[in-house]
């Protein structure tokens, strides 16, 4: 859990397995009322149980922080305030079952300018935001956490189904089988259906009660008894990815409870799992025509094409080519290189577009059967110190079944297999060469419990938003759809990276703690992460990216870490 990935690592993670879900509120339940909180909250006012918070054996600390950082991490960690609070499982019955949300508070430090409580959320669903106000502080690159923390308390939390606070862990359905190199069939694919609609079955049938409860609205009104244990007569809030449908749905509930919010990478208000996808497809294949006028600028260096569309016209035959004859290695023997792969490295943000367009260099000229080029050899090997048992203490990051659970329980979209099948072959022929690389089936097929949907709306609490003009997981589009939905400003980042504006060192960063000190309103402009202006590959992402093609690959089935993959066999 380096802080320089916390916050945005478990957005990437959900990513990965295609994530954020919209908000939704128990059926029949309008999200701008507050009845169903307020029959929660009209008996004794919740308490947060503060207790000391738990040591982490060097172990864990060794493999969540660099060397540099633990010292660090220890003494904030000993500033931290850790507790629980107990919550209705159904908002809807107050009376009955109960669950736990750990939580956890770093005190400003500047107490007698102290401007309220900052909860934060680092995205998924699934992800964990339980150490979030301490690795956020040392976040120091990006700067919003030393800045914040000096006169806001900074609240974290593990959303229901997450890390500390209560939680179901579904079975494991098991290794599904390698469905071997692209392009998959429809046969192939309706066996990967058929797979996904069993273990879906057996997910949600594991503890139903507890599983149909898994919605962004419930996170939403634990969120608000957090801040009632609190005795904060308002709240503050910064999330990205799905933490901003946690953002919006929480104003929605909430109106007068909001103080000042602020969402990096907005999610889309109206959600469908086939309108996400079409979204995610269609931004995706934007930023590649980014990369190949980026590569054509260096056609020195790459040979594609002097012109970003000779270099999309070079890819797409590559990516045909390598279907009809992937290539493999001898020393990378768990790696297939076919044409979803060439799909999935044109997909790349631009932080990793000179590894990408070396790799796709270095597999146009390689020689199938043989060893695999320098680059690739050192992209694709294991990394050093993968593997083993990790320490018992060391924290969730990230867990599978929450995420499934949100995502499926608010998917108001078709399950069957035709329609998937059939959008996604309208997303081959439209997007040449990055079509390969979208869903092929809708994971949540097979959900037993039945889709909560919900309507935003508008209200005038403070809010902002950051959308990124160019990013891929939350299409700028989706940011200016919440606005017209929901009201707020807008700041547009021009740059395509997942919650950069909360997480990176950019001339963005700053307004974060601006707004969150002021309040004044943001709708300017900013730069964001720049393009690289070089071709040199960085090293530190060089297994980084083999890990991101590996997981990309994962989202056509509920549970990443046992899907089965295209094109990318690791």
Same mark, same amino acid.
């Given at each position: 859990?380096?802080?320089?990935?916390?916050?945005?690592?478990?957005?990437?993670?959900?990513?990965?397995?295609?994530?954020?879900?919209?908000?939704?509120?128990?059926?029949?339940?309008?999200?701008?009322?507050?009845?169903?909180?307020?029959?929660?909250?009209?008996?004794?006012?919740?308490?947060?149980?503060?207790?000391? *918070?738990?040591?982490?054996? @060097?172990?864990?600390?060794?493999?969540?922080?660099?060397?540099?950082?633990?010292?660090?991490?220890?003494?904030?960690?000993?500033? #931290?305030? *850790?507790?629980?609070?107990?919550? /209705?499982? $159904?908002?809807?019955?107050?009376?009955?079952?109960?669950?736990?949300?750990?939580?956890?508070?770093?005190?400003?430090?500047?107490?007698?300018?102290?401007?309220?409580?900052?909860?934060?959320?680092?995205?998924?669903?699934?992800? !964990?935001?339980?150490?979030?106000?301490?690795?956020?502080?040392?976040?120091?690159?990006?700067?919003?956490?030393?800045?914040?923390?000096?006169?806001?308390?900074?609240?974290?939390?593990?959303?229901?189904?997450?890390?500390?606070?209560?939680?179901? $862990?579904?079975?494991? /359905?098991?290794?599904?089988?390698?469905?071997?190199?692209?392009?998959?069939?429809?046969?192939?694919?309706?066996?990967?259906?058929?797979? &996904?609609?069993?273990?879906?079955?057996?997910?949600?049938? +594991?503890?139903?009660?507890?599983?149909?409860?898994?919605?962004?609205?419930?996170?939403?009104?634990?969120?608000?008894?957090?801040?009632?244990?609190?005795?904060?007569?308002?709240?503050?809030?910064?999330?990205?990815?799905?933490?901003?449908?946690?953002?919006?749905?929480?104003?929605?509930?909430? /109106?007068?409870?909001?103080?000042?919010?602020?969402?990096?990478?907005?999610?889309?208000?109206?959600?469908?799992?086939? #309108?996400? @996808? =079409?979204?995610?497809?269609?931004?995706?294949?934007?930023?590649?025509?980014?990369?190949?006028?980026?590569?054509?600028?260096?056609?020195?260096?790459?040979?594609?094409?002097?012109?970003?569309?000779?270099? @999309?016209?070079?890819?797409?035959?590559?990516?045909?080519?390598?279907?009809?004859?992937?290539? &493999?290695?001898?020393?990378?023997?768990?790696?297939?290189?076919?044409?979803?792969?060439?799909?999935?490295?044109? !997909?790349?943000?631009?932080?990793?577009?000179?590894?990408?367009?070396?790799?796709?260099?270095?597999?146009?000229?390689?020689?199938?059967?043989?060893?695999?080029?320098?680059?690739?050899?050192?992209?694709?090997?294991?990394?050093?110190?993968?593997?083993?048992?990790?320490?018992?203490?060391?924290?969730?990051?990230?867990?599978? &079944?929450? +995420?499934?659970?949100?995502?499926?329980?608010?998917?108001?979209?078709?399950?069957?297999?035709?329609?998937?099948?059939?959008?996604?072959?309208?997303?081959?022929?439209?997007?040449?060469?990055?079509?390969?690389?979208?869903?092929?089936?809708?994971?949540?097929?097979?959900?037993?419990?039945?889709?909560?949907?919900?309507?935003?709306?508008?209200?005038?609490?403070?809010?902002?938003?950051?959308? +990124?003009?160019?990013?891929?997981?939350?299409?700028?589009?989706?940011?200016?759809?919440?606005?017209?939905?929901?009201?707020?400003?807008?700041?547009?980042?021009?740059?395509?990276?997942?919650? !950069?504006?909360?997480?990176?060192?950019?001339? *963005?960063?700053?307004?974060? =703690?601006?707004?969150?000190?002021?309040?004044?309103?943001?709708?300017?402009?900013?730069?964001?992460?720049?393009?690289?202006?070089?071709?040199?590959?960085?090293?530190?992402?060089?297994?980084?990216?083999?890990?991101?093609?590996?997981?990309?690959?994962?989202?056509?089935?509920?549970?990443?870490?046992?899907?089965?993959?295209?094109?990318?066999? !690791?």
């Amino acid at each position: 859990m380096n802080p320089s990935r916390s916050f945005i690592t478990v957005a990437s993670l959900a990513i990965a397995a295609s994530t954020a879900v919209p908000v939704a509120a128990p059926a029949g339940t309008a999200v701008a009322g507050t009845a169903v909180a307020a029959t929660a909250a009209a008996g004794t006012a919740p308490k947060i149980e503060w207790k000391a *918070c738990r040591a982490f054996s @060097e172990a864990a600390l060794k493999q969540m922080f660099a060397a540099g950082q633990i010292a660090e991490f220890k003494a904030l960690w000993a500033r #931290t305030e *850790c507790g629980t609070v107990s919550v /209705p499982l $159904d908002y809807g019955a107050p009376s009955g079952r109960k669950i736990s949300i750990a939580v956890t508070r770093l005190k400003a430090t500047d107490q007698a300018r102290r401007l309220g409580s900052l909860a934060l959320n680092p995205g998924g669903p699934g992800g !964990s935001g339980y150490l979030m106000p301490v690795t956020y502080v040392m976040l120091h690159r990006n700067g919003n956490g030393e800045k914040l923390n000096q006169r806001y308390d900074l609240i974290g939390f593990d959303p229901r189904g997450v890390g500390y606070s209560t939680k179901v $862990d579904c079975p494991d /359905p098991g290794q599904a089988p390698d469905p071997g190199p692209s392009p998959i069939t429809k046969v192939e694919a309706k066996q990967v259906y058929d797979r &996904t609609v069993k273990a879906n079955q057996a997910c949600g049938n +594991h503890d139903p009660a507890f599983l149909r409860q898994l919605t962004t609205a419930n996170v939403a009104r634990d969120l608000d008894q957090i801040r009632q244990g609190l005795r904060q007569r308002t709240l503050s809030f910064l999330g990205i990815s799905w933490g901003t449908w946690l953002g919006a749905i929480y104003r929605s509930l909430f /109106p007068a409870s909001v103080q000042r919010m602020w969402l990096d990478s907005t999610a889309i208000p109206e959600f469908r799992l086939d #309108t996400f @996808e =079409a979204g995610r497809a269609k931004a995706t294949d934007r930023n590649f025509s980014r990369l190949a006028a980026w590569m054509a600028e260096r056609n020195a260096t790459y040979g594609f094409g002097s012109t970003a569309a000779q270099v @999309e016209r070079s890819l797409a035959r590559m990516r045909v080519a390598f279907n009809a004859h992937p290539k &493999t290695f001898t020393d990378l023997p768990d790696w297939v290189f076919d044409g979803v792969f060439i799909a999935l490295a044109s !997909s790349t943000t631009s932080r990793d577009w000179p590894l990408a367009a070396a790799v796709l260099r270095e597999l146009r000229q390689a020689q199938s059967g043989a060893n695999a080029p320098p680059l690739i050899k050192k992209a694709f090997s294991p990394p050093p110190g993968d593997g083993g048992t990790p320490p018992s203490d060391l924290p969730e990051e990230f867990n599978p &079944t929450m +995420h499934q659970a949100v995502f499926c329980n608010e998917d108001t979209g078709p399950r069957d297999f035709d329609s998937a099948w059939a959008a996604y072959q309208k997303r081959l022929r439209r997007y040449p060469v990055t079509g390969e690389a979208s869903g092929f089936i809708n994971n949540c097929a097979g959900w037993p419990h039945p889709a909560q949907a919900v309507k935003l709306r508008r209200n005038n609490a403070s809010l902002v938003m950051s959308g +990124h003009r160019y990013e891929v997981p939350s299409p700028y589009e989706w940011t200016r759809q919440m606005q017209a939905s929901i009201g707020g400003s807008v700041l547009t980042v021009g740059d395509d990276i997942h919650g !950069s504006t909360a997480g990176e060192d950019t001339d *963005c960063a700053p307004r974060i =703690a601006a707004y969150f000190f002021t309040g004044r309103p943001d709708n300017g402009r900013c730069q964001g992460v720049p393009l690289p202006t070089s071709t040199e590959v960085p090293p530190l992402t060089v297994t980084d990216l083999a890990r991101s093609l590996a997981q990309h690959t994962s989202k056509q089935n509920p549970y990443a870490s046992n899907a089965p993959t295209r094109g990318v066999h !690791s």
